[in-house]
């Protein structure tokens, strides 16, 4: 029985440390961990990005599959449900680091397979909603960061890519200032001005060039 780590970053700048270092805190015990670097989850399927796709060779029944969130898996509601589901039917356990979800295909009770069923729905859903918002906020802050009104830097933002991106994400899944701020290693106000303003968040970092 292995524990594999599967972890995504979707630009080069990102970096990958940091969700493994999450998954040991946690408790996880990895075994392996599998990585894509500057892969988008958006239009990019799981099967088609090139350490992604080891995963289906990799896996046997019995195996475990941590992710961060299902996010990590993907951004398309389409492709990560899917996904979830084939693992499920060769007998793969998919965990998460956040919320500790336990994805398997151990149940025959109808019941707790569409209480299961939906609740990956939903995740997934809210993992291309949020992919969504993210990129609007991106488009508007580019274009924040390049008025005319915006060209003094200001002071560099406390947060980095990476931050912004794991806020973002728990933002959506409705965790609490204080929760976040102890995830992502911030200050409640960093966190709450995120919150706030996420159109100027994303535009102090393209400011910065972060």
């Known amino acids: 029985m292995t524990t594999i780590l599967y972890a995504r970053v979707s630009t080069l700048e990102q970096n990958l440390g940091h969700q493994r270092t999450q998954a040991e805190a946690a408790g996880f015990v990895i075994d392996e961990v599998v990585a894509d670097h500057g892969e988008s989850g958006v ?42 589901r084939l693992f499920m039917r060769k007998g793969v356990i998919i965990r998460t680091v956040i919320n500790g979800m336990t994805f398997d295909g151990s149940t025959k009770d109808p019941m707790q397979e569409a209480v299961r069923d939906a609740l990956i729905a939903f995740m997934a859903a809210t993992a291309q909603a949020q992919a969504e918002a993210t990129k ?47 995830e992502a290693e911030l200050s409640r106000q960093t966190v709450l001005r995120i919150k706030d303003d996420p159109k100027a968040a994303e535009s102090a970092l393209v400011k910065w060039g972060l």
């Open 43 to 84: 239009s990019t399927c799981l099967a088609d990005r090139p350490q992604g796709r080891r995963l289906f060779d990799m896996l046997r029944k019995g195996d475990t599959l941590v992710v961060r969130w299902v996010d990590r898996l993907g951004r398309n509601y389409q492709d990560v449900t899917d996904t979830i």
């Open 136 to 182: 609007e906020a991106q488009k508007a802050g580019i274009a924040h960061a390049k008025s005319d009104e915006t060209k003094y830097r200001g002071k560099k933002p406390s947060y980095d890519r990476d931050q912004l991106s794991l806020v973002s994400d728990l933002l959506a899944m409705g965790k609490g200032t204080s929760e976040i701020a102890k």
